[in-house]
């Protein structure tokens, strides 16, 4: 009788700890964002185009360093557990592995100077022109300098199965929760960042250096690039409808 009690109160309780934890890794990760503003407004405020390297942590992570209480370990969200490098290709031509779910890590692999990994991703659009790609038929899309008006809706770094990404609102979400294909992950970036890390949703760090949880859904309306419209066609503003999205979504808040 007391080892059937013991465990109806551990199945009544296990689940109530386990959503605890997880929302103690959320708040941690938020932690780690606000620590991320001042590394790279310090970087940023004089030439925004100081986010615009592809591979940003090879950068950013090692001064860190000479940071007080700013270790490597903030490139981590603490809720990615995993080290996986993704099935996309082959490691030996691979630069860069995008992470296999929710809570694993990216690897830049032999691409990179230090092995670098992280689960945080820059948004693609700031800076302008990825060298050498040259990208002269978005050239009007990128941030080129920092705004002040509407900041608080332009993303600068959020949970990210990628180094970074730039969405575009035409951008299908992922079909699966944590399958992607490799023509989509390349092709449809707004995947790269759509994933239930955090109950529904991902935190980010924005161009005003504030931090919030993002609901998956709402990844559509924040304002990626100049000409990203915050109303297209996966926004309940440009009418979609709730059988529209992927299942795996259908329960989550829209907007």
Same mark, same amino acid.
Request: a neutral charge; charged letters at 25%.
């Given at each position: 009788?007391?080892?059937?009690?013991? %465990? *109806?109160?551990?199945?009544? #309780?296990?689940?109530? !700890?386990?959503?605890?934890?997880?929302?103690? /890794?959320? $708040?941690?990760?938020?932690?780690?964002?606000?620590?991320?503003?001042?590394?790279?407004?310090?970087?940023?405020?004089?030439?925004?185009?100081?986010?615009?390297?592809?591979?940003?942590?090879?950068?950013?992570?090692?001064?860190?360093?000479?940071?007080?209480?700013?270790?490597?370990?903030?490139?981590?969200?603490?809720?990615?557990?995993?080290?996986?490098?993704?099935?996309?290709?082959?490691?030996?031509?691979?630069?860069?592995?995008?992470?296999?779910?929710?809570?694993?890590?990216?690897?830049?692999?032999?691409?990179?100077?230090?092995? %670098? *990994?992280?689960?945080?991703? #820059?948004?693609?659009? !700031?800076?302008?022109?990825?060298?050498?790609? /040259?990208? $002269?038929?978005?050239?009007?899309?990128?941030?080129?300098?920092?705004?002040?008006?509407?900041?608080?809706?332009?993303?600068?770094?959020?949970?990210?199965?990628?180094?970074?990404?730039?969405?575009?609102?035409?951008?299908?979400?992922?079909?699966?929760?944590?399958?992607?294909?490799?023509?989509?992950?390349?092709?449809?970036?707004?995947?790269?960042?759509?994933?239930?890390?955090?109950?529904?949703?991902?935190?980010?760090?924005?161009?005003?250096?504030?931090?919030?949880?993002?609901?998956?859904?709402?990844?559509?309306?924040?304002?990626?690039?100049?000409?990203?419209?915050?109303?297209?066609?996966?926004?309940?503003?440009?009418?979609?409808?709730?059988?529209?999205?992927?299942?795996?979504?259908?329960?989550?808040?829209?907007?």
């Amino acid at each position: 009788m007391v080892i059937a009690i013991i %465990a *109806l109160l551990m199945s009544i #309780l296990m689940p109530t !700890l386990q959503r605890v934890r997880r929302q103690a /890794k959320a $708040v941690a990760c938020r932690a780690s964002f606000r620590q991320w503003g001042p590394v790279l407004d310090m970087y940023a405020s004089d030439d925004p185009q100081m986010l615009r390297e592809r591979w940003w942590p090879e950068i950013l992570v090692p001064e860190t360093s000479n940071i007080a209480g700013i270790t490597r370990r903030i490139a981590f969200c603490p809720a990615t557990t995993t080290r996986h490098k993704g099935p996309l290709g082959h490691a030996e031509k691979a630069t860069a592995w995008i992470a296999t779910d929710a809570f694993s890590t990216w690897d830049l692999g032999s691409g990179s100077s230090y092995g %670098a *990994l992280g689960s945080y991703g #820059l948004n693609g659009w !700031l800076g302008n022109e990825f060298p050498p790609y /040259k990208d $002269v038929e978005h050239k009007d899309w990128y941030w080129c300098a920092f705004e002040s008006h509407g900041s608080n809706q332009i993303p600068v770094l959020m949970d990210c199965r990628m180094v970074e990404g730039g969405p575009d609102e035409r951008d299908p979400p992922p079909e699966y929760e944590d399958k992607i294909s490799a023509s989509n992950y390349a092709r449809y970036q707004m995947v790269r960042f759509c994933i239930n890390r955090h109950d529904g949703g991902v935190n980010g760090l924005f161009m005003d250096w504030s931090v919030r949880k993002v609901g998956l859904k709402e990844l559509w309306t924040l304002k990626w690039n100049r000409q990203f419209d915050t109303r297209g066609k996966w926004t309940k503003a440009g009418g979609v409808k709730p059988e529209d999205w992927p299942e795996w979504m259908r329960g989550f808040k829209d907007y």
